[in-house]
Nanobody
Framework: QVQLVESGGGLVQAGDSLRLSCAAS????????MGWFRQAPGKEREFVAH???????YYPDSVKGRFTISRDNAQNTVYLQMNSLKPEDTAVYFC???????????????????WGQGTQVTVSS
């Protein structure tokens, strides 16, 4: 069983930066692929970032160039550095993990088996 705990959310102003952390329990963290998603009120959960076992990354256009995902396998932690934040980035941010080996990914929520409880990020204008 994998447990994920997010931290680092808060209230910031537009243009500010914030770094989220996600600590994972369990063994063999290096075998996990990790992702970040977000969900705004009344909206579906949205893919934000993905990092593979070999640290390859993928982002949707909405955050590309502003957000950076990274991992520290020694600390069992994945990070999401968010720069140039906008009010539309306001959401609950969730960390997700998967242990399956997949030939191809669409970065949908059903491709991640484990989820954290989420951390609120609010960006004021």
């Amino acid at each position: 069983q994998v447990q994920l705990v997010e931290s680092g959310g808060g209230l910031v102003q537009a243009g500010d930066s914030l770094r989220l952390s996600c600590a994972a329990s369990g063994r063999a963290f290096s075998r996990f692929v990790m992702g970040w998603f977000r969900q705004a009120p009344g909206k579906e959960r949205e893919f934000v970032a993905h990092i593979s076992r070999d640290t390859g990354t993928y982002y949707p256009d909405s955050v590309k160039g502003r957000f950076t995902i990274s991992r520290d396998n020694a600390q069992n932690t994945v990070y999401l550095q968010m720069n140039s934040l906008k009010p539309e980035d306001t959401a609950v941010y969730f960390c997700a993990a998967d242990t399956a080996y997949r030939a191809a990914r669409t970065y949908s929520t059903n491709e991640y088996a484990y989820w954290g409880q989420g951390t609120q990020v609010t960006v004021s204008s």
